[in-house]
């Protein structure tokens, strides 16, 4: 299923983000919609079994961990876009390349950080907190 169909971006906002980043991205995207997926499988057939309540908190816990995961991986570029942004602002001249360094960073990390809440969302609707 594409990410699109559970409202992830697949792509940074308008294409300008560089190739490295655009992947990055659609390999998020892509693997939280697998995620996503296999997470209202389950909870489809938990439900149809009428599955008793801790086997659903599992399931949660198990997309939470997933999403977790997700969210670890972000913390380093993150860190960059800080050590960046100071740099940008200690330079007087502010080096364009910093600078759209720094651009890049926010984009992908908006885009990234987007596609984590759709999931989060996606997923509460899957987990109700009464199965």
């Known amino acids: 299923m594409k990410p ?3 409202g992830l971006q697949a792509a940074g906002a308008g294409g300008d983000l560089p190739e490295e980043w655009q992947a990055l991205i659609a390999s998020q ?3 939280l919609a697998a995620l996503v997926l296999r997470m209202q499988t389950a909870a489809a057939t938990m439900r149809q079994r009428q599955a008793p309540a801790a086997q659903w908190q599992a399931l949660a816990a198990e997309a939470e961990r997933g999403l977790t995961a997700q969210a670890q991986g972000q913390v380093r570029l993150e860190r960059e876009l800080v050590e ?3 740099l940008v602002m200690d330079f007087s001249t502010r080096p364009s ?7 890049i960073l926010e984009s992908a990390i908006a885009v990234l950080h987007a596609n ?7 997923l509460a609707t ?5 199965p």
């Open 4 to 6: 699109e169909a559970f």
């Open 29 to 31: 995207a892509s693997t």
């Open 84 to 86: 960046l942004r100071v």
């Open 97 to 103: 390349a910093l600078t759209a360094r720094v651009r």
């Open 116 to 122: 984590l809440a759709v999931a989060r969302q996606y």
């Open 126 to 130: 899957v987990f109700p907190q009464e």
